[in-house]
């Protein structure tokens, strides 16, 4: 993989353009993959953070998902 993007895939999503940072086992950079291509196929290790919100009481702030959303699309 390069420094460059890898792939391309549009896939009609607003978001498909976008780039993430591939990374290797170790968390090891390994170029840039576009979004899309990292979630389809086989897909490819990529750098991602899960954000838990909790107000004043500990109470965790739950959302669900629109189910005709893809699992990533942000």
């Given at each position: 993989?390069?420094?460059?993007?890898?792939?391309?895939?549009?896939?009609?999503?607003?978001?498909?353009?976008?780039?993430?940072?591939?990374?290797?086992?170790?968390?090891g950079e390994q170029g840039?993959?576009?979004r899309l291509d990292a979630?389809?196929?086989?897909?490819?290790?990529?750098?991602?953070?899960?954000?838990?919100?909790?107000?004043?009481?500990?109470?965790?702030?739950?959302?669900?998902?629109?189910?005709?959303?893809?699992?990533?699309?942000?």
């Amino acid at each position: 993989m390069s420094e460059s993007s890898v792939g391309g895939a549009s896939g009609g999503h607003e978001n498909a353009a976008q780039e993430v940072v591939a990374v290797d086992g170790d968390d090891g950079e390994q170029g840039t993959v576009n979004r899309l291509d990292a979630h389809t196929g086989d897909g490819v290790r990529h750098r991602a953070f899960t954000a838990l919100v909790f107000d004043d009481e500990d109470r965790l702030l739950l959302a669900q998902r629109s189910p005709e959303k893809r699992l990533w699309d942000t």
